[in-house]
């Protein structure tokens, strides 16, 4: 209960993704840009962001090569979107070891039930075709993401609707450690973007989710005519073959992208015609207005978004060695807290033997020995 009444100076974030391809405008609208604003609120003391490679290698294992290559590209998307290694603690998940001791405790306290029970593991497993050959490191990937947000004591974790079932599973895990052992964990809550469409930006081929394993992605570091070709072959609606007929909303991938990225001054900019989005939305109903002029409003949005985005990446290119430098001085920085959470768990899970003199005082009296211990 006292943790939920934290005073903001003790908030703390934690967040991440897993190197396994550049990131793309669903992780900036659903996530990124969210990070950078609570990143310079200065509500929060600390905000720790991870790159999940060790979760990347539980579906990547025969391609380690493939997360080795895009730990700089996640970086370097990472900066250019505007997060500050200063104000940031940017770390590398398999460079703290600690994560796999907490989740390997924290395995107890789950049963294979529950964790079938996930959705969003779920619909991964069937989208990777694992049916029966499920990686156990893959399946109970929950559970370590639980010892991910717990070793930093993070109360709050900016993320996309897909994780909601794992923030859920980290407070159970939380909850249990506290009441067995001791109150040593933070329960965490899941910061979602108000904007329905930013939760879950969908693919450009119109599928659920816009995902790097779907290779359905407009990726930060595209090139401006790259970004104009995926647009102008996006999704729409089937039914509107002419540009007379009415349109349909639902489902229709383009007013779905400009929910999530337009504002009353996008229309002012590059589409006066119209005061808003409900003005657009119900033209394109009504009928009479096409599909090239939505997609290109649409073009105009996204380019003036990643435009700086894509100037600061190709700026931090150019110095490769200063960003592992960022990433190094992180992980050791997070190591050090995640050591300090580490050693709260083992003594309240009554196995920090030999810094307890108490124990070992008490043992030495049980059979009778010599106390202190002489050498
Ligand atoms: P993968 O396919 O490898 O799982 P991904 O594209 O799903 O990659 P993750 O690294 O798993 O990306 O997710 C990182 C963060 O971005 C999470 O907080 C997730 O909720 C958010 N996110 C991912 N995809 C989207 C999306 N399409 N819309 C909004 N948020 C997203
Ligand atoms: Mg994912």
Redesign the pocket.
């Known amino acids: 209960m006292e943790n939920q009444n934290k005073k903001q100076a003790d908030k703390i974030i934690l967040?991440g993704?897993?190197p396994?391809g550049r990131l793309?405008i669903?992780?900036y609208?659903?996530?990124l840009l969210r990070r950078v604003e609570l990143q310079n609120s200065g509500e929060y003391q600390k905000t720790f962001i991870m790159i999940a490679d060790a979760q990347a290698l539980t579906d990547n294992i025969e391609n380690p090569e493939k997360v080795r290559q895009n730990i700089i590209e996640v970086a370097l998307d990472y900066i250019a979107c505007g997060l500050d290694p200063e104000k940031s603690v940017l770390l590398i998940q398999s460079q703290i070891p600690e994560l796999c001791e907490l989740t390997f405790y924290y395995m107890d306290l789950v049963t294979v039930a529950r964790l079938q029970r996930n959705p969003t593991v779920k619909s991964e497993i069937q989208m990777r075709n694992f049916e029966s050959s499920i990686p156990v490191g893959f399946f109970t990937y929950p559970i370590s993401q639980a010892a991910d947000i717990t070793a930093f004591k993070a109360t709050t974790v900016p993320?996309?609707d897909?994780?909601l079932p794992m923030i859920e599973q980290t407070r159970e895990i939380v909850h249990k450690f506290n009441t067995v052992y001791a109150p040593v964990l933070v329960e965490p809550e899941a910061l979602l973007q108000e904007n329905e469409a930013?939760?879950?930006?969908p693919g450009t081929d119109g599928k659920a989710?816009?995902?790097?394993?779907l290779g359905n992605c407009i990726y930060l570091a595209d090139s401006a005519d790259q970004v104009r070709a995926k647009i102008m072959s996006m999704f729409t609606d089937p039914l509107h073959l002419q540009v007379s007929d009415p349109g349909h909303l639902e489902g229709n991938t383009v007013f779905t992208y400009l929910d999530a990225f337009c504002t009353e001054e996008h229309f002012g900019r590059y589409l006066p015609d119209y005061a808003n989005l409900d003005e657009l939305k119900a033209h394109y109903q009504r009928g009479g207005l096409g599909d090239v002029k939505v997609k290109k409003f649409l073009n105009n949005i996204v380019q003036e978004t990643l435009e700086p985005i894509r100037n600061r990446r190709k700026e931090w290119e150019k110095n490769i060695p200063a960003i592992y430098d960022i990433l190094k001085k992180g992980s050791d920085q997070a190591r050090e807290v995640a050591a300090r959470t580490l050693s709260e768990v083992k003594s309240a899970m009554r196995i920090n033997y030999f810094e307890d003199t108490e124990l070992i005082r008490a043992q030495s009296e049980k059979f009778g020995s010599s106390f202190p211990v002489s050498d």
């Open positions: 967040t993704d897993r396994t793309h669903g992780h609208i659903g996530s993320v996309g897909d994780q930013r939760r879950r930006l989710k816009m995902s790097k394993s």
